[in-house]
């Protein structure tokens, strides 16, 4: 592996860890910065409420519904890169406890992150996000 590979490899796992900074310190601003304006970002595995959407919209939607939670957090994992110029596809496996409001019992759920990367003149941003939840413990609404 190159020096240059490297590098992006690295600048792309900054990106998926500020992007589960920002969720999780409700710093949407931060959230935003990690895609492109265009982004498409897919969450019809979690709910139906709002399944996909650009950035800004889902910024907004995440800051209605995940920005009410006490705490969270995300861990971003087994992260798989595969380069190929100036674009990466992206998986990721990620982990999240949280308190829902109104709910005593934490709540868990996991899965897979499938971003698609692109080279910026501003660094690496996903162009694409789609989520694909695997499990979900204690889920609001007391589907599991």
Known sequence: MNLRALADRLEIQEQLA?????????????????????????????????????????AAWLEQGLGKAPWKIHYVTN??????????K?????YNPM?????????????YYFHDFVRTPDGWKSE????????????PGGVN
């Open 18 to 58: 500020r992007y589960a900074r920002g969720v999780d310190t409700n710093d949407f601003e931060l959230w935003k910065s990690v895609f492109t304006p265009e982004a498409v970002i897919d969450y019809t595995s979690t709910t139906s409420s709002l399944p996909v959407g650009r950035r800004d919209e889902m």
């Open 99 to 111: 308190q829902v409001p109104g709910m005593a019992e934490p709540s868990y759920c996991g899965g």
């Open 90 to 94: 992206v998986v990721a496996q990620f």
């Open 79 to 88: 992260v798989e890169i595969d380069l190929d110029g100036d674009r990466a």
């Open 128 to 139: 694409k996000l789609v989520e694909e939840l695997v499990w979900f413990v204690n889920k």
